[in-house]
């Protein structure tokens, strides 16, 4: 199983509309949790970060997290074309004593905006 | 633009040769991660930095790669005898470590493209 899972999509969303990523993640110890967004060839550009149960709201971005459920995910509203990128998640293990903080990524999912 | 800047953006060599990328972080960050990805991948941690100090090495980085961060500021990443295999995005990030517990957010460069002919 991978540690970060997220459908690669391609996700067609009609401009305008809610798009909806997803994200699943294995290890219980996961304390944070960010989306970036990355053009292609580009390089990641950090959108969100949670770190507590429930939603986190940025302007047209929501980000959701379930621990229980080890779940994130990232909600954008009134899609516009420019949002049409590679969505990654990526969750944060933090090692008492250690301070192992290196992000672990999902492959990410192919998000088009349809005009 | 005082974000994370690299160097070279692109760098085309031939297999066998060594390469050597540079990083500047954000100038008051403290770690320094480099991270290797592939097309249709996530990006995949190979080692970071707090100041000076490599705290942690993956798997992936073979016995060619090497890392330094001699002052704690910019950072150099080394392939040596390159492969075809070691074709690939290198980015790297940086971020503050401020309080013991938190995690702080990472802020990638650009990247630098290397393609091993």
Same mark, same amino acid.
């Given at each position: 199983q991978k540690e970060v899972e997220q459908n690669s999509g391609p996700l067609s969303v009609p401009e305008g509309a809610i798009a909806s990523l997803n994200c699943t993640y294995s290890d219980r110890g996961s304390q944070s949790f960010f989306w970036y967004r990355q053009y292609s060839g580009k390089s990641p550009e950090l959108i969100m970060f949670i770190y507590s149960n429930g939603d986190k709201e940025d302007g047209r971005f929501t980000a959701q997290l379930n621990k229980a459920s080890q779940y994130v995910s990232l909600l954008i509203r009134d899609s516009q074309p420019s949002d049409s990128a590679t969505y990654l998640c990526a969750v944060n293990i933090w090692v008492p004593n250690f301070g192992n903080e290196k992000l672990t990524f999902g492959t990410g999912t192919r998000l088009t905006i349809i005009p | 633009d005082t974000g994370v800047s690299q160097d070279p953006r692109h760098k085309i =060599?031939?297999? $066998? #040769?060594n390469v050597t990328f540079r990083c500047d972080p954000i100038s008051?960050?403290?770690? /320094? &991660?480099?991270y290797r990805q592939t097309l249709g991948q996530g990006p995949e941690f190979l080692t970071y930095f707090q100041n000076e100090a490599q705290l942690e090495k993956s798997r992936l980085l073979s016995d060619r790669f090497s890392a330094e961060r001699p002052k704690g500021s910019f950072s150099t990443l080394e392939i040596q005898r390159t492969e075809q295999g070691d074709s690939a995005m290198y980015l790297c990030a940086s971020s /503050? #470590?401020?309080?013991? $517990?938190? =995690?702080? =957010?990472? &802020?990638? $460069?650009?990247? =630098?493209?290397?393609?091993?002919l």
């Open positions: - | =060599t031939k297999r $066998g #040769q008051e960050h403290n770690r /320094l &991660y480099w /503050l #470590q401020v309080a013991s $517990g938190r =995690t702080d =957010t990472q &802020y990638f $460069g650009p990247g =630098t493209r290397l393609t091993v």
